[in-house]
């Protein structure tokens, strides 16, 4: 069943069930009276004298050239297939409904002076699975995404390629396929397809969706890891947390409390223990943690004003009568976003690192045995799981530093300053796969050392986590091929199993 969406009111939880459950989406149908009034004021500037920017006239540098109105269809579509210049891979499914569900939110605020039948031919290649074929690279996040755009615009015209049924078609043949015909655009509407931060903003929110889930997960692995190393919970004490006020912070340790109540591990050790502290990385995690949700929830929030918002140009402000130039399209608010959630999930993946360093060291780890294999010298055990993690935190840390700082000038100066959100949102797929891999490591460490507890126990919440992964990994006792294991770890964070049924702080700062 399709998604309805009203612009200017999507919330980040429908935007992310969109993209998980890759439902079909379609505007509320009380858009379509702004959409048309745009649309009707746009076909009255097309047919007058005046200059109107991308109405008719040439575009970006060519801005000054006048368009006759014969022409302004041949002008939009030559606009189209002169900007189709993306490479490298196609976008993944997901990704690209997701981008044209942020189109449709964009063009239902009634600014962009599109025809309603162009709403309804990306509401229809949603719900029929006509997905343009989309190369990632290309885009410098300013004037909009213009070549990711482009490519999912040529196929609402029957140009370049698309995907049905599982098959890469070109894109007449696969409109066809589905019962569509292309579209023949109208006067600005090429310029308001490819104007825009869709792009950038679906692979900037799915960057945020996925290091949510690896921030709770954090929350998780910590627990059972202090427990692990047999680590005090003192720090975790509700006033600490509150004389300080970070949001972020009360709620990883309110949330890490909960999940280590009850635990025998814990009770066993609390009174006569000669440790008076743990290292940083047991000891500040709502710190560290609870900072990098502060830092994704600002992120949340931008990025969901941005994901309502419209973002092409020139705008048509029915009211006012007007179609005036500005600058929208530009994507630093989105590059900004990005770049923050790179920031909070290099730092969720370094001091979980730490933490799994600590298990792995019997220096450090408090009467674990080394690399906690139960015969060590024979076997390594998780020795080499650990320089893993050290490898892809390290790989995180050099993907965290900023894009948006990286302007260059393009389009013969006209577009002299870029945000790089394209670059910026795109490697955070990357970053969140490699945090996977780091807290599924951890996870799979912390259930070694906890077993090396018994009989005393856990507590009944990560006794539940523990039969989870239990329930994917066996312990390990003896050598073996790892490469499996910790596949299936990393999956256990990217799809939530690991945390499922747990109460964990949320996206909106609600616990």
């Given at each position: 069943?399709?998604i ?166 070109p ?8 019962g ?27 960057g ?42 009360i ?29 940083y ?43 005036v ?35 792995v ?10 690399f ?13 799981a ?119 702080p ?6």
């Amino acid at each position: 069943m399709a998604i309805t969406l009203t612009p200017g009111e999507a919330t980040l939880e429908v935007l992310e069930t969109l993209w998980r459950t890759q439902a079909p989406a379609k505007l509320d149908p009380t858009a379509r009276p702004k959409v048309e009034a745009a649309a009707d004021l746009v076909r009255e500037a097309a047919a007058g004298n005046a200059a109107v920017y991308g109405v008719n006239t040439g575009f970006g540098k060519l801005a000054a050239v006048k368009i006759a109105s014969k022409d302004t269809a041949t002008l939009q579509r030559n606009l189209i297939l002169s900007h189709c210049c993306g490479v490298g891979q196609p976008l993944d499914a997901a990704t690209t409904r997701l981008m044209m569900a942020l189109k449709l939110l964009s063009l239902g605020r009634g600014a962009s002076g599109v025809a309603w039948t162009t709403v309804t031919q990306i509401e229809a290649m949603l719900e029929t699975g006509v997905l343009p074929v989309i190369p990632e690279q290309g885009s410098v996040g300013a004037s909009g995404d213009l070549a990711p755009l482009a490519h999912m615009a040529a196929a609402m015209i029957g140009e370049g390629e698309a995907v049905h049924q599982g098959t890469r078609l070109p894109a007449g043949e696969a409109l066809t396929r589905a019962g569509l015909s292309p579209i023949v655009l109208g006067p600005k509407e090429g310029l308001a397809l490819i104007n825009g931060t869709q792009f950038s903003t679906a692979a900037a929110l799915i960057g945020l969706f996925n290091a949510w889930r690896n921030a709770q997960a954090a929350i998780v692995t910590c627990a059972l890891s202090t427990d692990a190393i047999m680590g005090s919970t003192a720090p975790l004490v509700d006033a600490i947390h509150t004389l300080r006020g970070h949001a972020g912070q009360i709620d990883v340790a309110r949330a890490q409390s909960f999940l280590m109540a009850g635990s025998e591990i814990r009770e066993s050790h609390r009174d006569g223990d000669t440790r008076v502290q743990d290292p940083y990385c047991i000891r500040c995690q709502a710190q560290v943690t609870g900072a990098a949700i502060d830092l994704l929830r600002f992120a949340g929030r931008t990025l969901e004003i941005e994901a309502n918002a419209v973002t092409d140009n020139p705008l048509v402000l029915v009211e006012e009568g007007l179609i005036v130039s500005g600058g929208n399209f530009h994507a630093e608010p989105v590059g900004f976003a990005a770049d923050q959630i790179a920031v909070a999930a290099a730092e969720i993946g370094a001091i979980a690192q730490r933490r799994v360093a600590l298990m792995v060291d019997p220096t450090l780890s408090f009467d674990l045995p080394p690399f906690l294999t139960p015969d060590p010298g024979l076997n390594s055990g998780l020795m080499i799981a650990e320089v893993t993690t050290a490898a892809l935190m390290s790989e995180n840390k050099h993907l965290a530093n900023p894009c948006t700082t990286d302007s260059t000038p393009t389009s013969a100066n006209q577009e002299d300053h870029v945000s790089m959100a394209a670059h910026a949102a795109m490697r955070l797929r990357r970053m969140n796969a490699n945090l996977n891999v780091i807290l599924g490591v951890e996870a799979m460490c912390a259930a070694q050392g906890i077993e090396f507890r018994a009989p005393l126990r856990t507590s009944p919440a990560l006794i539940q986590v523990m039969a989870a992964i239990r329930d994917r990994i066996a312990s390990v006792t003896t050598d073996r091929f790892m490469a499996p294991d910790m596949e299936a770890s990393a999956t256990m964070i990217a799809d939530g199993s690991l945390t499922a049924d747990l109460s964990l702080p949320t996206l909106r700062g609600v616990q």
